[in-house]
């Protein structure tokens, strides 16, 4: 049953990032009813891409790897759907020859492909989570109040932990210890629309050894811009020295930085902060069950691997971990 102002779940599944679509379309295969929510306006979290005029733009995960064959058979069912392809084998002379895939057009493409068949609501932010006595309460930002018989939150994990904290759910004390030690590296990423093509060599990666870019992509060179559009990632160490600073004038200073790969004028710039862009450090679990009745797991890049892959395995696991304890 559900109205304007509540709704009654089986499984809800906070973010539409990689972690989440994977985790409910796991769910759906074992046979349970997900509902997908993201804060967002789209899908992908941070796999994303943003068109700027004529220009494409991948700001945040620039590429995808697949180590694990499960995730490998995802990429290549996304290849067939024409929503993902190969972009190269790496990105020097002595490259290490793993294939790195992206998106098509851009990597928002592929989340947009693993949503296909889920129900997923955009624009609806969680405020907090309380525990019922055998389901869970979730209080949303804009005044409505949901319930749902499971939870599987995928939110970068210090986000996840305020969640938990403003409903006054308990974690045990060793998890607690856990969780509140994973933090993540910030990202100024700078969207340059460029006057005609940038200097870089195919395939249009590249990571600087040193200095404020930790990486520049020729959106061009990758297939995912039909303009001149170069992305310009700052590296930790400058994000975090930056974040406070003006944006435009941070976002001038990188752009000088990387006049050598551009070697042309610039049309525009846009600049975006990622204040959760990779976990510094990763949890030993491949999720984090922090109730099972009622079910609630914590699942995302923080738990097996600080990648798109990793938020895969992760999803696939909290998911696991919900129809273990949730038997038909
Ligand atoms: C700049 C940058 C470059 C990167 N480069 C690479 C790369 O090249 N290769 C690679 O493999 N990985 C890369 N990564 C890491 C990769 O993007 C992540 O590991 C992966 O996308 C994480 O997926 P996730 O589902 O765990 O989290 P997210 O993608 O962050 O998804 C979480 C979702 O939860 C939603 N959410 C959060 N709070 C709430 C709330 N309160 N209510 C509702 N919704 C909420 C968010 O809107 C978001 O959509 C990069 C990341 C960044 C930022």
Redesign the pocket.
């Known amino acids: 049953m559900s109205n304007a102002h509540s709704r009654n779940v089986d499984v809800l599944v906070?973010?539409?990032?990689?972690?989440?679509l994977s985790a409910a379309a796991a769910l759906q295969m074992g046979g349970r009813k997900a509902v997908v929510?993201?804060?967002?306006r789209g899908v992908g979290?941070?796999?994303a891409t943003r068109r700027v005029g004529a220009a494409t733009f991948d700001h945040?995960?620039?590429?995808?790897?697949a180590r694990d064959s499960r995730f490998g058979d995802v990429l290549g069912n996304a290849r067939t759907a024409g929503a993902a392809l190969e972009w190269c084998r790496g990105f020097t002379a002595d490259a290490d020859g793993h294939a790195r895939w992206r998106g098509t057009p851009g990597m928002s493409s592929l989340a947009k492909h693993l949503a296909l068949g889920l129900e997923i609501i955009q624009e609806?932010?969680?405020s907090a989570l309380q525990q019922l006595t055998d389901q869970w309460s979730i209080s949303m930002a804009d005044g409505e109040t949901w319930s749902a018989k499971a939870i599987i939150l995928?939110?970068?994990v210090p986000?996840s932990l305020v969640?938990l904290k403003a409903g006054g759910v308990a974690l045990e004390e060793d998890l607690m210890t856990r969780l509140s030690a994973i933090q993540y590296e910030r990202?100024l990423?700078v969207m340059a629309v460029l006057d005609g093509p940038s200097r870089m060599p195919p395939p249009g990666g590249f990571a600087p050894a040193q200095g404020p870019i930790a990486w520049i992509a020729d959106n061009q060179l990758k297939g995912v811009s039909a303009e001149p559009a170069v992305t310009i990632?700052a590296t930790d160490e400058f994000s975090v020295a930056h974040w406070d600073q003006d944006r435009d004038e941070t976002a001038r200073m990188l752009i000088a930085a990387a006049d050598e790969w551009l070697g042309t004028g610039i049309k525009s710039f846009q600049i975006h902060g990622?204040r959760?862009?990779?976990p510094r450090q990763t949890d030993p679990s491949s999720c984090a069950v922090v109730s099972s009745a009622p079910p609630l797991v914590l699942a995302?890049?923080a738990f097996a691997g600080?990648?798109?892959?990793?938020?895969a395995l992760s999803g696939w696991a909290g998911a696991e971990a919900v129809i273990d304890a949730t038997p038909h």
């Open positions: 906070i973010g539409a990032g990689m972690a989440g929510i993201d804060k967002g979290g941070r796999m945040g995960a620039q590429f995808v790897t609806k932010q969680v995928t939110a970068p986000q969640l990202c990423a990632h990622w959760f862009s990779k995302g890049d600080p990648r798109v892959e990793g938020a």
